[in-house]
């Protein structure tokens, strides 16, 4: 097939690109760089079944020849870049996600949204299901990242709809590996940093919040396999092993051989206190779930982030 990847230079935009490219696919990239670095792309400077476009997907645009699926991975992800950027968060969500659905549908392409685990907010059912309409503010701080992925997954549904396209919805919880960014925000990234660098680890609250983290490899799988399903409705991708922050920062101290004392700090406004996905769904649909145990993706992401700190030296 040849696929269109907006957002293609973020942290999962770009590893998708590679398994797109390992399975006989052609890529046409897309990211204006808001976020995204080019350094996620420059190992596929000399593929020639890959081509970049710097565009804003907000704006109108259209693409040459024949396009087979579109997959919008467009958006801040991060607390720390989607409370910088409010208001491009929300366009990506809304006046990007139309512009892509517009491609797809003039193409005869299928669609793929890459959604979030922030659609069920501070959620009040545990494990969260995909039926769970969830908890969230529409006027906090979160609120443009939280908005645009529901407004997105609600166009998404009307292009299916309306037009008949064919469209998959991808709700990604927490996810870490190589070309996170090292100023990112996440918890995955603070905690390396700071454990790198021997800083006081920063715990917000008291460290009893759960998350539940999945390895890039194994949450592209489970887009690829979602990409060429028939299923219309969101799909949860993460990992279903829970565990507590503090729990997480000790386990990363203990990974890094770092003496950081752990340091704890408020909790910020409508930060999520459980958050763990029921992937039933994707294993009965499609035959997914995770294989990379926690340490095992920890190491080449601690090896990743001790290069990029001594390239910043």
């Not at 097939?1 to 006989?24: K, N, P």
């Not at 969500?93 to 512009?99: D, P, V």
């Amino acid at each position: 097939m040849r696929i269109v990847v907006a957002g293609a230079a973020g942290f999962i935009g770009s590893h998708f690109c590679d398994r797109l490219l390992t399975e006989g696919h052609t890529v046409v990239a897309i990211d204006n760089f808001l976020t995204g670095s080019a350094a996620n792309l420059a190992h596929l400077a000399d593929e020639t079944r890959f081509a970049f476009q710097k565009w804003d997907v907000t704006q109108p645009f259209t693409i040459e020849g024949t396009v087979d699926c579109v997959a919008n991975l467009a958006s801040p992800a991060s607390p720390k870049d989607y409370l910088e950027h409010p208001i491009e968060t929300l366009d990506v969500g809304s006046a990007g996600t139309r512009n892509l659905l517009e491609l797809a549908r003039d193409k005869g392409a299928r669609f793929l949204l890459t959604s979030t685990s922030e659609c069920y907010g501070d959620p009040l059912v545990h494990p969260q299901v995909e039926t769970y309409w969830g908890n969230v503010n529409p006027v906090g701080p979160r609120s443009c990242y939280d908005e645009s992925k529901r407004f997105a997954e609600a166009l998404t549904m009307a292009y299916h709809r309306k037009h008949g396209l064919r469209t998959n919805i991808a709700r990604i919880f927490n996810t870490y590996g190589p070309r996170m960014k090292l100023d990112d925000g996440r918890v995955v990234p603070a905690f390396l940093d700071q454990a790198l660098r021997g800083e006081p680890m920063t715990v917000f609250g008291d460290g009893s919040q759960t998350r539940s983290f999945c390895y890039v490899s194994d949450l592209v799988d489970g887009l690829y396999r979602l990409m060429l399903s028939d299923e219309r409705y969101p799909v949860n991708l993460g990992n279903p092993a829970e565990m507590t922050i503090l729990q997480f920062a000790e386990q990363i101290r203990s990974l890094t051989g770092a003496a950081s004392p752990i340091v704890f700090r408020p909790l910020p406004e409508d930060d999520p206190k459980q958050r763990r996905p029921d992937i039933g769904k994707a294993r009965r649909l499609l035959g997914w779930e995770p294989r990379v145990p926690l340490e095992e993706g920890l190491r080449p992401t601690v090896e990743y982030f001790r290069a990029l700190q001594a390239a910043a030296v």
